[in-house]
């Protein structure tokens, strides 16, 4: 029987895509068996913005074998609870769209249900008052949750961290499993004749680099993906519609808070993450909107600290490669598609991508069917992220900007109206299709969007009126006091995961 097996797999591209990938397939795969290369050339810079994370990063690294605490000291990062929105609904008001879940299920119905019927009760009643995520953010408290009973089994965390270090620490693991890199510039990519797929690249100075499956983390440009294979893009600024951002990091105003801020502006919205050595800042427009330097003027005079740097001007498109993976190359990172960072899911999408490759991995026969359901996996996942970020701009009040009113008033995909007609009514809401974000995702973006019930689950009126209030008091209470016993999220990274101090 003829040997199909992959024996050389070419990565184009480091940043935390390449890299990534590297980490993983060197991790996975039989170092005698299989020869991994990483193509990158230094002259051409990453885009390193993407700062903040969801806490799927977590099972990354554990099925890495990284300890977290080494990671979280040498990227220079922070722990994160939940992401806050400002001004979203309308100028002054805030919301926090939190990690973990709100309050506890009860005899099969949902938390939610049993709340929004205490809020009937009590209107001043808030949902994040049942979130320890939340309460332990605002208080500026962190602890990994050592397991055990509620509410610490439903705490749960990612991190904030310096995008270029863990490049660097991801390609300091790589390397030790024997992936090589190469530097250099590729001038051409050879396609064979007979069928179209990639054969080698050709490399500025003449060397050729041949390989049996190649992964396009070359970014925006998408070196192999469409400039070799001509992968069309599938295009959906219609519904988000900002394509541009400027970046620049600030000195740090003190200690950092365990959660990402995203505050809506007029032509867009700006980006804090605390790291410990700095924050980093950004605002993503709408070139309708606000031109460069307008964007740049109101980046700089809404930061907490000095800049550290010149602001960097990102130019981008929103949406997907029609086939993420073509022929023997697969698309990771900006290559395979961009969707704003709102609710920080660039990094867990070159996860997903990596994850769903290592259980459709390849032999040199590249079976059809095997590569249309990888691009069918991964277009509903990129589809999905795409309808929660639709949302927090359809659900708005604000009317200061044409972005706004457009936004407020677009024609939304039928899965985003249809969760947004079902919670309307009695506070349903479901999870599709392994879809990332999960009901309190939902709940909590819908909730502080402005979207109330008109009624709940008549089930939880099995409960007495008196019963519920109790019940949902001690929950409450229990929440508080636990985020209180936690330190706070400095002392817990100067005793266990404190970055080296940096120097020139």
Sequence with gaps: MTDQRIRNIVI????????????????????????????????????????????????????????EHDFVARTQATFKLGIEFIDWLRPGARYMHPFGVYGADMEGVPFHQYFLRLHGIDPRSDIEDWSLSTVAARTGRFAP????????NHLAYAYHFDAGLVAKYLRDYAER?????????????????????????????????????????????????????????????????????????????????????????????????????????????????????????????????????????????????????NRNCLALGLAAGFLEPL??????LVQTGISRLLGLFPDTGFDPVEIDEYNRQMATAYEQVRDFLILHYRLTERDDSGLWRYCANMP????????????????RCFRYDDELFSVTSWIAVL??????????????????????????????????????????????????????????
């Design 12 to 67: 184009v591209g480091g940043g935390t895509a390449g890299w990534m990938a590297a980490a993983a397939l060197s991790r996975f795969l039989d170092p005698e068996g299989v020869a991994i290369r990483l193509v990158e050339s230094e002259e051409i810079g990453t885009v390193g913005v993407g700062e903040a994370t969801i806490p799927p990063i977590r099972s990354f690294l554990g099925m890495l074998r990284i300890d």
């Design 447 to 504: 909730l502080g969007q402005g979207v109330w019930p008109e009624g709940y689950d008549e089930i939880v009126n099995t409960m007495s009126e008196a019963q519920l209030v109790e019940v949902l008091d001690g929950m409450k209470a229990t929440i508080a006091q636990t985020a209180a016993s936690m330190p706070a999220q400095q002392a817990f990274i100067d005793r266990k995961c404190k970055a080296p101090a940096i120097t020139d």
């Design 177 to 325: 499993l024997g992936v090589t890199r190469t530097e250099g510039r590729i001038v051409d990519v050879e396609l064979r004749p007979e069928d179209g797929f990639i054969e080698r690249l050709v490399l500025q100075g003449g060397e050729r680099i041949a390989g049996d499956f190649f992964i396009d983390c070359s970014g925006f440009s998408a070196l192999l993906t469409e400039k070799a294979l001509g992968v069309k893009f599938v295009d959906w600024s219609q519904w988000l519609p900002c394509d541009r951002a400027v970046a620049v990091p600030s000195a740090a105003s003190g200690p950092p808070h365990p959660y990402t801020q995203a505050t809506a502006r007029a032509a867009g919205w700006q980006w804090r993450i605390p790291l410990q050595h700095r924050t980093g800042n950004g605002y993503v427009f709408s070139s309708q909107a606000a031109d460069v330097a307008q964007a740049t003027e109101t980046l700089l005079a809404n930061l907490d600290g000095e800049p550290l740097a010149e602001p960097r001007v990102l130019d981008f498109r929103v949406g997907r490669r029609k086939t993420i993976w």
């Design 343 to 348: 609710e920080s899911t660039a990094i867990h």
């Design 145 to 152: 949750p050592p397991g055990g009973q509620f509410p610490l």
């Design 412 to 427: 939304v995909p039928d899965a985003v109206q249809r969760k947004i007609d079902l919670f309307a009514g009695k506070g």
